[in-house]
Nanobody, 124 residues
């Protein structure tokens, strides 16, 4: 089992930057992928980006290129999502997820373990 806990959300202003954290625990080993998704009320969950648990580089949704950055701190077993120049349309609940399969990182159906999410609200 793998457990994920997101943190770092809150109420921010348009133009701010924010870093979300995803603390990972449990039996996560090489070969896992960790992804970030978000979901606004009344919408479907949206893929933001994904990174391999060990090595590799992050991939992003086209809509996320340039304003979102995923990084990893192996010692702290934490994956970060940095969001730059926040906009009101970024308001959503942000989730991290993990799966032992590296395939299909953009599909939420290919993630087994999910955190509870952290809410980000951007005021205009």
């Amino acid at each position: 089992q793998v457990q994920l806990v997101e943190s770092g959300g809150g109420l921010v202003q348009t133009g701010d930057s924010l870093t979300l954290s995803c603390a990972v625990s449990g039996r996560i080993i090489s070969g896992y992928k960790v992804g970030w998704f978000r979901q606004a009320p009344g919408t479907e969950r949206e893929f933001i980006g994904s990174i391999g648990w060990t090595g590799g580089y992050a991939i992003y949704a086209e809509s996320a290129e340039g304003r979102f950055m995923i990084s990893r701190d192996d010692a702290k077993k934490t994956v970060f999502l940095q969001i730059y120049t926040l906009k009101p349309e970024d308001t959503a609940r942000y989730y991290c997820a993990a799966d032992p399969r590296l395939a299909l990182p953009t599909s939420e159906d290919w993630y087994t373990f999910w955190g509870q999410g952290t809410q980000v609200t951007v005021s205009s």
